[in-house]
């Protein structure tokens, strides 16, 4: 008696071979069809801003981006003139400078078609009310360009923002000492 009857095999044959011909189908329309999103994880410095609200005139504004596919998240942080923004201390939201009070505003939104949408709300020193901001620009040569409007303020402007090098060490060279 034969362990393998022609009905059978040519089953599995087609079988497996139709596995693979739809693998096939479906590894090559990813290759050509599917691109992940560029990379813009990092902080922005702004370089010039036009009409930005009156609390927010001449100061220091860095926008940080965290970026998980589409999906952004990060803070803009403000800081007075002359305190680097960024120097915190881990318990405090102020900056450790004694030269001026900075904040953070939490921001989130989304990176498609190069372009980027981010907008958040927040408390800011001088400021007579809350702000809203929304933060719509493209991610051109490691810059971003674009719009910063203030929801409250009905103001609209202009802004560069310039990438700017990381302090600290990548997550990537501190795994797998």
């Not at 999103?37 to 990092?42: T, V």
């Not at 800081?79 to 030269?99: H, I, L, T």
């Not at 609209?156 to 600290?168: T, V």
Request: proline share 3%; glycine share 10%.
């Amino acid at each position: 008696m034969s362990h393998f009857k022609i009905k059978t095999l040519s089953f599995y044959v087609i079988a497996i071979s139709s596995v693979l011909f739809l693998f096939k189908i479906v590894s090559t329309y990813g290759e050509t069809r599917l691109n992940a999103a560029a990379d813009i994880n990092g902080s922005y410095q702004f370089a010039s801003a036009e009409n930005l609200p009156d609390c927010l005139q001449g100061k220091q504004l860095n926008l940080n981006i965290e970026q998980s596919g589409v999906y952004l998240f990060g803070n803009l942080e403000v800081a007075s003139p002359g305190v680097s923004p960024g120097v915190y201390d881990e318990r405090e939201v102020q900056p450790k400078s004694s030269q001026g009070k900075g904040m953070k505003i939490p921001f989130n939104g989304s990176f498609e078609d190069n372009q980027i949408i981010m907008s958040g709300q927040g408390n800011i020193a001088n400021c007579d009310s809350e702000v809203q901001l929304t933060v719509q620009g493209q991610h051109k040569n490691g810059n971003l360009v674009g719009q910063i409007n203030d929801h409250v303020a009905k103001t609209e402007g202009a802004f560069l923002a310039k990438s700017q090098k990381s302090k600290l060490p990548s997550a990537e060279s501190t795994e797998g000492y």
